[in-house]
């Protein structure tokens, strides 16, 4: 082969690396190396595995050296891969233990099955290039939105060519009654980047809620600039979906905004979701209004919140009810979603029942707790009390000034309650006896005698097995009167304190404590020892 055709082999060569690293979008130099690696793979099946043979690519000139590397060592435990130091030296006085001498092999003229060898080791050192790439260009990219045109779609899910990757749409992720056909633009939000065998997955949905959010941002300047919030997003989707939206300027509307002129905006985003409704709301940063906003188009007529729980009562007129919990409790269930509160819905006829049988159950305590007449049980209920507890311990002045009491039925009526409320618990307590709860057990503070028995009845009858527990265990137990979760963990805490007591330490101080003498006549001399070791 003359210059000139080696000249030219050496041209097509780097012309190829070029063109494959244009059409995959990867280096140029991960092409070169795997054309490298590929002659290295047949300089190996020539002159022998065993040898230590690497190829070097000029990047200017596409010259290609094929070289066989010998580490100089001393003594040689393997011939095909090392050199002895005296060797070595004689080919190059310079040459040290641990050095690299290089023979220069013949260039390799590739067979049929070498040369077949060979575009195998490329095409998967390219594809693995490309994988990488793809990897590292869509992993900072989740949170964001992608389009791009449908390669393939199949009963499990819709693949889309990205442009610089591809894209997977599972079935769980489109909406409902969605199909697409090969060569339709779809948009969807990137969730998720992984790393598999088979390459990157670029994960895409079109149901995830911030999809809806992303849609909104590009449609809505407002939300783009930060002037305006999405707060939250509850989707059901392709049916209806609630978003909750905040405005940092007071002057902007955020819903008016997010609607656009004739409900242009919200339209367009409609439009992309195949119809899904969407109901903007105004966020709130009080629960209750915030839910009022919610469980619109429902009216609310009035709202109670048990905060420890995170649950709100919603009363609704009773022509309102439906509506409130919407088809199939699609409607209560998004406001939920929505406002991260767990929401029961009732009647304004239910509360009012409800509260009727709230205040009769109560009279009747007081009538019977107290030994007083139904007039007195029923102002205590209206002025709020629930327990008898509440009026043992409530001061004589606050009891006094409820409507036709004075200072002595007040005191008279604490005493009553304090009586019944020291009955109740010495029967607890001697129940709690009964039961085998340890007094350790009684002493942690959080723990009522009702709560002791029921602890009892559960067989947690130590500060061992109240310390087995965790948290949310405890509070299955206790049932209507646990604690919140941070109480009960600070309960089974407390219970588990004996356990740190005895540190070894201390243990190792006992020990050598009772090897020492015990006072008496013989523990002077040591103390005096002690002194005189001490001084300086």
């Known amino acids: 082969m003359d210059t000139e055709t080696v000249g030219l082999a050496r041209f097509e060569l780097l012309q190829v690396a070029d063109a494959v690293a244009r059409e995959k979008s990867i280096e140029r130099d991960l092409v070169l190396e795997a054309m490298e690696d590929a002659i290295t793979h047949a300089g190996k099946r020539k002159y022998g595995q065993e040898h230590d043979i690497r190829t070097e690519i000029d990047r200017d000139t596409g010259e290609i050296r094929l070289m066989r590397y010998l580490e100089v060592a001393d003594p040689v435990e393997n011939d095909a891969t090392q050199i002895s130091i005296a060797n070595a030296q004689e ?26 060898t060979a575009k195998q080791v490329i095409v998967q050192k390219v594809r693995e290039a490309e994988r990488a790439r793809q990897y590292e260009e869509y992993k900072d990219r989740v949170g964001e939105i992608a389009s791009g045109l449908v390669k393939r779609a199949e009963f499990g899910g819709v693949t889309i060519d990205l442009g610089r990757g591809e894209g997977i749409i599972r079935r769980e992720d489109l909406l409902p009654r969605e199909s697409f056909r090969n060569g339709d633009r779809v948009r969807g939000y990137i969730y998720d980047v992984r790393r598999e065998q088979r390459g990157p997955q670029i994960f895409i949905s079109r149901t995830h809620p911030n999809f809806m959010a992303k849609l909104f941002a590009q449609e809505v300047p407002e939300i783009y600039d930060g002037i305006i919030e999405i707060k939250s997003v509850a989707r059901d989707p392709g049916s209806r979906a609630k978003i909750a939206v905040f405005s940092n300027d007071a002057s902007i509307d955020p819903v008016g905004a997010c609607v656009g002129m004739r409900g242009s905006r919200v339209q367009a985003v409609v439009s992309e979701l195949q119809g899904e409704k969407i109901d903007i709301i105004q966020w709130s940063p009080d629960p209750a209004a915030l839910i009022v906003n919610a469980l619109a188009p429902a009216e609310v007529s009035k ?23 919407g088809r199939r409790g699609q409607n209560v269930r998004l406001a939920s979603q929505l406002s991260g509160w767990d929401i029961d819905i009732l009647t304004e006829a239910e509360e009012s029942d409800r509260r009727q049988e709230e205040v009769r159950s109560r009279t009747e305590l007081f009538m019977a707790a107290l030994d007083v007449d139904d007039v007195i049980a029923h102002l205590l209920v209206t002025e709020g009390f629930t327990s008898i507890e509440e009026v043992a311990f409530v001061p004589t002045e606050e009891l006094a000034s409820v409507e036709s009491f004075d200072e002595e039925i007040a005191e008279e009526l604490r005493s009553r309650a304090t009586e019944y409320v020291n009955k109740i618990n010495n029967e607890l307590s001697d129940k709690r006896v009964a039961l085998g709860v340890e007094d350790e057990l009684a002493a942690i503070e959080g723990l009522s005698p ?17 310390g087995d527990l965790a948290g949310d265990e405890l509070i299955e137990i206790l049932g209507d009167i646990a604690p919140n979760l941070d109480d009960a963990n600070a309960i089974i ?44």
């Open 91 to 116: 080919r190059n006085p310079a040459a040290q233990i641990g050095d690299y001498l290089a023979d220069a092999l013949p260039p390799i003229d590739f067979g049929r099955i070498a040369a077949q």
């Open 450 to 466: 009702v709560a002791l028995v029921i602890l009892g009845e559960a067989e947690i009858k130590t500060l061992d097995d109240l």
């Open 303 to 325: 709202v109670v919140l048990d905060e420890d729980a995170k649950r709100i009562e919603v009363v609704v007129p009773d022509e309102q009810l439906s509506l409130a919990i």
């Open 493 to 536: 805490m407390a219970a588990r304190a004996h356990w740190f007591d005895d540190e070894p330490g201390e243990e190792d101080g006992a020990e050598s404590d009772s090897d020492a003498p015990q006072g008496g006549d013989d523990a002077a001399p040591n103390e005096a020892a002690n002194e005189e070791s001490t001084t300086p």
